[in-house]
């Protein structure tokens, strides 16, 4: 097997797997349609409603559910900011931009609003 020869086959290879990948996203959109169908059929027959499957429920509504002392409105102060308009409240873990000022020697008093 020469240079060109495995050159051509993983050329090849690569057609291949496109077809193949083509092949399968009509495959997809194929069954879709009929997935859907049945989805609302099963949504009808159960009356379910979207509420019911969580999709008007943000995950910040959900986490005020489970967590009472947020549901009350009180929100954190923001204690740091940069330049760019990134906050941090000062609790729970340091946030990623803080972080990089830190380790390029800034210090957390810099940020202090």
Do not use: C
């Amino acid at each position: 097997m020469t240079f060109q020869e495995d050159t051509a086959s993983y050329v090849e290879l690569q057609e291949k797997i496109k077809q193949l990948q083509n092949q399968a996203e009509q495959a997809r959109l194929k069954e879709i349609e009929s997935v859907i169908e049945d989805i609302k059929a099963k949504i009808a027959l159960y009356k379910i409603e979207a509420k019911d499957l969580g999709f008007f429920e943000s995950k910040a509504s959900e986490k005020k559910k489970n967590m009472p002392h947020l549901a009350e409105g009180k929100s954190t102060q923001i204690k740091y900011r940069d330049e760019n308009g990134n906050a941090w409240g000062g609790k729970g873990a340091r946030p990623l931009w803080l972080k990089e000022q830190l380790a390029k020697g800034k210090k957390l008093e810099d940020f202090e609003v």
